[in-house]
Nanobody, 123 residues
């Protein structure tokens, strides 16, 4: 069992920045791939970004160049730095663990999920 605790969401104006954090409970964190997904009201959950066990990074087209995913294995934490935020980035953001360590954009590839953190971008 892996527990994930997200933090860092909030309300920000368009063009602003937020940094999300996700702390994992397991020491084997470094061998996992981590992903960020988001779900807006009335929409399906969508892939945002992922970082695999080699620290390769992957992004959805809608956030590439604005968002940066990173990890600190010593702290068992993954981050999502979000810059140049837009109103369409408003959603609940979830972090997730892929114990296989590989990159995937499919939510079913992830084994454990955090509770989500709300990000609201005002225009």
């Amino acid at each position: 069992q892996v527990q994930l605790v997200e933090s860092g969401g909030g309300l920000v104006q368009a063009g602003g920045s937020l940094r999300l954090s996700c702390a994992a409970s397991r020491r084997t964190f470094s061998s996992y791939a981590m992903g960020w997904f988001r779900q807006a009201p009335g929409k399906e959950r969508e892939f945002v970004a992922a970082i695999d066990w080699t620290e390769g990074t992957y992004y959805a087209d809608s956030v590439r160049g604005r968002f940066t995913i990173s990890r600190d294995n010593a702290k068992n934490t993954v981050y999502l730095q979000m810059n140049s935020l837009k109103p369409e980035d408003t959603a609940v953001y979830y972090c997730a663990v892929n114990r296989g360590g590989y990159y995937s954009e499919a939510s079913y590839a992830y084994d454990y999920w955090g509770q989500g953190t709300q990000v609201t971008v005002s225009s």
